[in-house]
């Protein structure tokens, strides 16, 4: 009985969690191809005014779709100021002129899932030297979300040995997206499945992590997997400790070299094992973070 219960220790606070976390969904388009690549990242509303948190590198992937799109409509217009059909020499020129054999996404698109009713746009701040963002959705009539986080009122609290929780949206399983060959675009359709459910994952604090001055985050034993990024950590009552924020992929220097059996026929398996540590920012710092622009939290 005992081991049963240690297994649901988080039952309640991936509920808790999940009324605040939210997916972003992205879809790209590279180069010279009409494969469309979906992708994920997560942000955490923090309270009602419309403020989230999420890591700086999930912010300049948003941002980036303006960048991108303004990068192709220029290549665009060089294509149709050619007179009659461009030889494929030219178009390797001009994609060359418009950096696409270096940075090969001609599309990339993102959408804000379950967070408001309409979006116009938001505004940010993005922090100086620690992978952390925050975000402020706008134009909208009705935020999807009543719930909001308790952060940890004492952040030296956590310390290696601690088990928290992770909770995100790593696997893509989205197919509401289409390539228009008419448009020669990308585009979010109606049709297909927009379903991206959250994933949770626990882990053990086993390093502390500092700048050289203070304790900025921690490592934990199990990898925080991609898309999961910007999402919270939390313990077992829902109480938020910090967000993901990057994978470490540590050397366990354990290669392997060993014949085995296979459906009664020997193979040669060779492995070279790395763990994969979770790295997540601390809860001191978000919340300076916060406290730093006036944003407002719970903390307990």
Excluded at 106 to 112: P, Q, V
Excluded at 116 to 134: E, K, Y
Excluded at 254 to 279: E, N
């Amino acid at each position: 009985m005992a081991s049963w219960v240690n297994c649901g220790m988080f039952a309640t606070a991936v509920s808790k969690v999940s009324e605040f976390t939210r997916p972003i969904s992205f879809i790209t388009r590279f180069y010279d191809s009409t494969k469309i690549q979906p992708g994920s990242a997560t942000l955490f509303f923090i309270n009602a005014d419309g403020w989230a948190l999420t890591c700086r590198h999930v912010l300049d992937e948003v941002l980036a779709c303006d960048h991108v799109a303004e990068r192709k409509s220029a290549f665009q217009a060089d294509v149709a100021a050619i007179k009659g059909k461009p030889s494929r020499n030219t178009l390797k020129n001009l994609a060359k002129k418009h950096h696409f054999d270096s940075q090969p996404v001609l599309e990339h698109l993102c959408r804000f899932e379950g967070c408001v009713d309409t979006l116009s746009g938001f505004d940010w701040h993005r922090h100086d030297t620690q992978d952390i963002a925050l975000l402020r959705v706008k134009g909208y009539s009705k935020l999807l979300c009543s719930h909001f986080p308790v952060f940890a009122a004492n952040g030296a609290d956590l310390q290696p040995g601690r088990s928290l929780c992770r909770l995100g949206f790593p696997f893509p399983e989205f197919s509401n997206f289409t390539y228009d060959a008419g448009k020669e675009a990308i585009e979010w359709t109606t049709a297909g499945s927009s379903n991206l459910p959250h994933f949770p994952i626990d882990g053990m604090v086993s390093r502390l992590v500092s700048d050289g001055k203070t304790i900025v985050g921690f490592e934990l034993t199990t990898p925080g997997l991609r898309g999961q990024s910007g999402g919270p950590a939390f313990d077992s009552d829902g109480r938020v400790w910090d967000m993901q924020s990057q994978t470490r992929h540590l050397d366990l220097n354990f290669d392997v070299a060993q014949d085995v059996l296979r459906a009664g026929k020997k193979k040669k398996i060779t492995s070279f094992p790395f763990l994969h540590a979770g790295q997540c920012v601390h809860v001191d710092v978000l919340k300076d973070f916060m406290r730093k622009h006036s944003i407002s939290f719970a903390e307990g």
